[in-house]
């Protein structure tokens, strides 16, 4: 089935360390999207990938980078500059449909400790 | 004045209850709108998508979209537990192929008391 897979699901962090989210869609879509979720806050886009090797900041880019090398591979890296990175992380894909939206994966919950 | 505003809820109701959940907008260019479920801890998965004004049903939920108004609805008939969840909206201006970006509600949160 196709899908996208985020892994790992529980990541813990200890300040000043870096983390890679991986995020992965058999889907053949283009797009790729990473947001956060907080409570309350609703969902803030951090980046987005349009095609391979091509991505763009969102709302909530500092502290975050990412890199699209493959179609299908989009990690997100949570660097030290992120002061507060304990949040459920989701990443998402959409194809050339905009009726579509966007699929999304099962989320990673980051948790500093 | 936010692009999308819904109501946070938290909102319950007993099971069998008609549920209305809603979201405004303000911005004229919407063209397709979506609904959301999002389970506890999970990914959201799209549950409704419509594009035209007027009503989509789809077993035991509607989508109604009102442009005029800039308001959109979502009803669930003979409410279940199992349709605990968040469920947020979602709407996109783009019409054409490639990356589009769809602008959220924060979600509305729903329990169904058995």
């Known amino acids: 089935d196709g899908g996208i897979t985020q892994s790992p699901k529980y990541l813990f962090r200890k300040e000043g360390q870096n983390v890679t989210l991986s995020c992965e869609q058999n889907?053949?879509?283009?797009?790729m999207y990473w947001y956060r979720q907080d409570p309350g806050q609703g969902l803030r886009l951090i980046y987005y990938?349009?095609?391979?090797?091509?991505?763009q900041k969102g709302d909530i880019a500092e502290g975050y980078s990412v890199s699209r090398e493959k179609k299908e591979s989009f990690p997100l890296t949570v660097t030290s500059a992120q002061k507060n990175p304990t949040a459920f992380y989701l990443c998402?894909?959409?194809?050339?449909?905009?009726?579509?939206?966007?699929?999304f994966g099962s989320g990673t919950r980051l948790t500093v400790v | 004045q936010k692009e999308v505003e819904q109501d946070p809820g938290p909102l319950s109701v007993p099971e069998g209850a008609i549920v209305s959940l809603n979201c405004t907008y303000s911005?004229?260019?919407?063209?397709?709108f979506m609904w959301y479920r999002q389970y506890s801890r999970k990914g959201p998965e799209l549950l409704m998508y419509?594009?035209?004004?007027g009503n989509k049903e789809d077993g035991r939920f509607t989508a109604q979209v009102d442009k005029s108004s800039k308001y959109i609805s979502l009803f669930i008939r003979d409410s279940q537990p199992s349709d605990s969840a968040t469920y947020l909206c979602?709407?996109?201006?783009?019409?054409?192929?490639?990356?589009?970006?769809?602008?959220f509600g924060k979600g509305t949160k729903l329990s169904v008391i058995p």
């Open positions: 889907l053949n879509h283009d797009a």
């Open positions: 911005n004229s260019a919407f063209q397709y």
């Open positions: 979602a709407m996109s201006a783009h019409s054409g192929a490639g990356s589009y970006q769809l602008t």
């Open positions: 998402a894909s959409s194809g050339d449909r905009s009726v579509q939206g966007y699929t």
């Open positions: 419509t594009y035209s004004s």
């Open positions: 990938s349009q095609i391979v090797n091509d991505f």
